[in-house]
């Protein structure tokens, strides 16, 4: 299956700082990349969708100017936690999805990134 | 009322058992139907994909898509420890489409 990669897994950092992290489809290009929340028990929670070259749509109640998406390329987007405060540590994941049809229309999840703002 | 409902469990069973996952939707225009299974503090993986109603197998796991009730479930066949995780079922209108609605996920422990 497709591949998608994150980085880094797990970040911890002093509140106030800013927090990048990266997510690469690997093996294949994805036109279309999206950020998810994911609190402890709880679903993913869709914060962002990223397209290569234009500007993130982001959900009703994310702070785009918080939670900075660029989409460089078809296969690298990064979200960049600006200021971040306690209450933004969570579990970060991206999926990617791959241009071509069937199956592979569908979200491939790279394995998160654990913030821990103290 | 939440788009998908899912019981998040926990669900407990010993090996060899045959476990049964299921999601209700309320949304008629739902036509693809996942399956993704989550090792705690990973990023889930695609298990099922499936359009429309009926079934499909892989392996060990079988997904069957129930439209008419919007009911769709996941069938594991002779669990094994490994199968340990929190499963989450995902539907949307359109394979490319951007709006996936996921159920909260239901965690599940084989016990060898």
């Known amino acids: 299956g497709a591949v998608v990669s994150q980085h880094p897994s797990r970040v911890i950092c002093k509140s106030g700082t800013s927090v990048k992290i990266e997510c690469r489809s690997l093996?294949?290009?994805?036109?279309?990349m999206f950020w998810y929340r994911q609190f402890p028990k709880q679903s993913l929670m869709l914060m962002a969708t990223?397209?290569?070259?234009?500007?993130?749509?982001?959900e009703q109640g994310v702070e785009k100017d918080k939670f900075l998406i660029n989409h460089a390329s078809l296969t690298l987007s990064t979200l960049t936690v600006t200021s971040a405060h306690p209450e933004d540590s969570s579990f970060y994941i991206c999926s990617a999805r791959a241009l071509s049809g069937g199956a592979a229309d569908t979200q491939y999840f790279g394995p998160g990134t654990r913030l821990t703002v103290l | 009322q939440k788009e998908v409902e899912q019981d998040p469990g926990p669900l407990s069973v010993p090996e060899g058992a045959i476990v049964s996952l299921n999601c209700t939707y309320s949304n008629s225009a739902f036509q693809y139907f996942m399956w993704y299974r989550q090792y705690s503090r990973k990023g889930p993986e695609l298990l099922m994909y499936t359009y429309s109603s009926g079934n499909k197998e892989d392996g060990r796991f079988t997904a069957q898509v129930d439209k008419s009730s919007k009911y769709i479930s996941l069938f594991i066949r002779d669990s094994q420890p490994s199968d340990s995780a929190t499963y989450l079922c995902a539907m949307s209108e359109t394979n490319t489409g951007n709006q996936f609605y996921f159920g909260t996920g239901t965690s599940l422990t084989v016990i060898p």
């Open positions: 093996d294949f290009q994805a036109t279309t």
């Open positions: 990223s397209n290569e070259g234009s500007k993130a749509t982001y």
